[in-house]
């Protein structure tokens, strides 16, 4: 096969790719900024109790902790910031959460979400520009 033919199908494939994702047809592989932001909130506890255990061997999840708590730390003045450690760190319900707040669930999601894209900015800036264009 000549290289003509080669680059030319490699184009195509790649364009192809490229649509049926801007499509909603094909998923992208990786997961989204938010569900990562998502996944190290929800094991924010485990990572926590790993460095307790033995700090001495834990310097990526020190590190790890450190970009966290720093990540958290832009956040913490606003009003629905203890959304993210109730739902994340003490594992409640939306349920609870909203009664805590007086308030209904509707708005417990929609600032848990809003939070969660506000931390996800800081902490995967790279795949949140990404997925702006894919």
Do not use: C, H, W
């Amino acid at each position: 096969m000549s290289d003509d033919i080669k680059n030319l199908i490699n184009e195509v494939t790649t364009q192809t790719v490229v649509k049926l994702k801007k499509s909603g047809l094909m998923k992208n592989s990786s997961k989204s900024a938010y569900k990562k932001t998502e996944d190290i909130l929800k094991n924010y506890n485990s990572y926590k109790k790993a460095y307790m255990n033995d700090p001495d061997n834990t310097i990526k999840t020190k590190k790890l902790l450190n970009i966290i708590d720093s990540a958290l730390e832009t956040i913490e003045q606003d009003q629905y910031y203890s959304i993210i450690e109730m739902f994340y760190f003490e594992r409640r319900t939306r349920s609870e959460i909203a009664e805590f707040y007086d308030v209904d669930e509707k708005t417990i999601s929609r600032n848990k979400k809003r939070l969660i894209n506000d931390l996800k900015i800081i902490l995967f800036s790279d795949n949140t520009i990404e997925e702006l264009f894919m």
